[in-house]
């Protein structure tokens, strides 16, 4: 069995002399986890403020769809985006299998419902404890969620921590749709899913801490920006 | 001003994911291949050496032989590199193929913990061997993944005579996962399972396992190269796949596959005709 001393080296010999892959691959990860948080963000936030602001028939049965689909599991949605996007799918042409921007699209449609869902919640709470004033300050549709968004924007940031970390995590979708390729498509996740299956578990483990470490290092900026602002 | 600060954040977010290549670059061509080629680290090794000389950057999908196949027959590849001769050649037949190679060849192995409860390790038939574990009901770890080394594993239990998988759950457990993942879980508990011998040899967590049975003929594991049919696959790219698919079967790809060696030992014999 594995030692945590043989862990810790592995860790320790990582951070000490971090190799250009692993620089890579950390980057790549930063990279799609973030740009698909980004793009998640921008279309959950406002969707979820209108969601929570409009009525319309139906209203509940979406509001109980964009919660179920937080549950989505990865793998699922990695095998739908994967047929949609391979040569032979109806969106082949666009060449994305196997790329970051196929991984990108993936987690962002993993993260957007938790986005959608969360803010949904939350805009609503204060949108019923601040109907009133609000409404003389918000003219427009657009202005209302603006102002809603604004007024919420450091809870909304833990929000998109959670998409983030939903996104950095997971390896079910990713492995499907980019396809773990050397220096294209690996990931940290991916990267230890390898590793484990050639069994260097100590290697594999000191590469999830240094993921946590990223994953910490992520929400320390996203607290102290708070902390400085808020 | 602090909507200010936020919005250089947010920019700064923002240029940071979306410099550099979303895309693959063109000059590039898609594998579908096999595990065990790809955790043995052959293609660590023969990659580079086929890049320096042809300039073409060679992207490797390692999953199971079944799901290359598959992946392959969606056209997601340029050029099918596995081990399972009937499947390859079903592949071909349907027209999703253009030749299918013989490339190299190594061998299965059986491994098992040492107390070897089935008491199998002087055995040099692979079929007694099998029958010593179901008879002793010891625990046998199977692919179960429509791999390679899976539809090898079946035809052996075929030969037998006896269906394990009447017994799945019991004493015969099927994981449905990779090589490395399926020795991950006999090690784990303590069970026998056939792999190929270049990811065991490769493979960091053995414990107390060990190779019980090998040298059986009925254990040759052929691996195969294929180039994608560019007449049912328009977007392949056949040009430089058809170049990888020549070197590899030609003298230098031949030659250094019989180069590579991990722990003193050579993983793969080139047999390409």
């Known amino acids: 069995m594995i030692s945590f001393s043989e862990i810790f080296s592995e860790f320790t010999a990582l951070l000490a ?39 319309f028939p139906g209203k509940w049965l979406v509001t ?15 095998l739908i985006v994967y047929l949609m996007l391979s040569r032979s799918g109806p969106m082949g042409f666009l060449q994305l299998l196997y790329t970051p921007a196929a991984m990108i699209i993936a987690q962002t449609a993993l993260v957007l419902p938790i986005v959608t869902a969360l803010t ?75 590793e484990t299956s050639k069994g260097d578990l100590a290697l594999a483990l000191a590469l999830g801490f240094i993921l946590l470490v990223i994953a910490l290092l992520v929400n320390a900026t996203v607290y102290s920006t708070r902390m400085r602002f808020a | 001003m602090k909507k200010l600060a936020l919005t250089t954040l947010l920019t700064a977010i923002i240029a940071f994911t979306t410099t550099a290549g979303a895309f693959a670059k063109n000059n590039s061509i898609l594998v579908q291949s096999t595990t065990s080629t790809a955790n043995s680290g052959l293609y660590d090794y023969l990659l580079p050496l086929f890049e320096s000389e042809t ?75 099998l029958h010593e574990i179901a008879d002793k009901n010891a625990v046998f770890v ?18 037998t005579g006896i269906d394990p998988t009447i017994d799945s759950g019991k004493w015969y457990r099927e994981t449905g996962s990779g090589m490395g993942a399926t020795l991950n879980i006999a090690v784990g508990m303590g069970a026998y399972t056939m792999t190929d011998r270049a990811t065991w040899i490769n493979f960091k967590n ?14 040759f594991n052929q691996y195969g190269v294929t180039l994608i ?7 392949a790219n056949v040009t430089q796949g058809k170049l990888f698919v020549e070197w590899l079967i030609g003298d230098k790809g031949q030659s250094e596959i019989a180069n590579y060696r991990l722990n003193d030992q050579q993983l793969f014999h080139p047999n390409a005709r």
């Open chain 1, 17 to 55: 002399g971090p190799d250009p892959d692993l620089l890579e691959i950390v980057f790549l990860s930063m990279q799609v986890s973030l740009t698909a948080t980004l793009l998640a963000c921008l279309i959950g936030l406002p969707l979820g403020a209108l969601l929570a602001m409009r009525d």
């Open chain 1, 64 to 78: 109980v769809l964009v919660n179920t689909l937080m549950g989505m599991p990865p793998v699922v949605l990695g």
């Open chain 1, 120 to 194: 949904r919640q939350l805009i609503e709470d204060s949108w019923k404890d601040y109907r009133e004033p609000l409404q003389s300050l918000c003219v427009s549709p657009w202005g209302c969620v603006q102002t809603l968004l604004w007024d919420n924007r450091f809870s909304l940031m833990t929000i998109s921590l959670a998409g983030f970390s939903r996104a950095i995590s997971e390896v079910g979708a990713v492995i499907i749709v980019g396809g773990n390729i050397d220096h294209l498509t690996r990931v940290m996740t991916t990267a230890i899913a390898l």
């Open chain 2, 55 to 129: 300039g073409i950057k060679v992207n490797v999908v390692a999953v199971g032989t079944g799901q290359a196949i598959r992946n392959a027959s969606n056209c997601d590849a340029d050029v099918l590199l596995v081990h399972a001769r009937d499947a390859e050649e079903k592949f071909v037949t349907d027209g999703y193929g253009t030749q299918r190679h013989d490339l190299m060849y190594n061998d299965f192995v059986i491994i098992g913990p040492a107390q070897d409860k089935a008491n199998i390790r002087e055995l040099s038939n692979v079929i007694d061997a």
């Open chain 2, 142 to 159: 199977s692919r179960g993944d429509n791999s390679g080394t899976h539809k090898t594993e079946l035809k052996l239990w075929k030969e």
């Open chain 2, 206 to 219: 053995r414990g107390d396992h060990k190779v019980l049975v090998q040298g059986d003929e009925r254990l």
């Open chain 2, 229 to 235: 049919n560019g007449d049912k696959c328009q977007s």
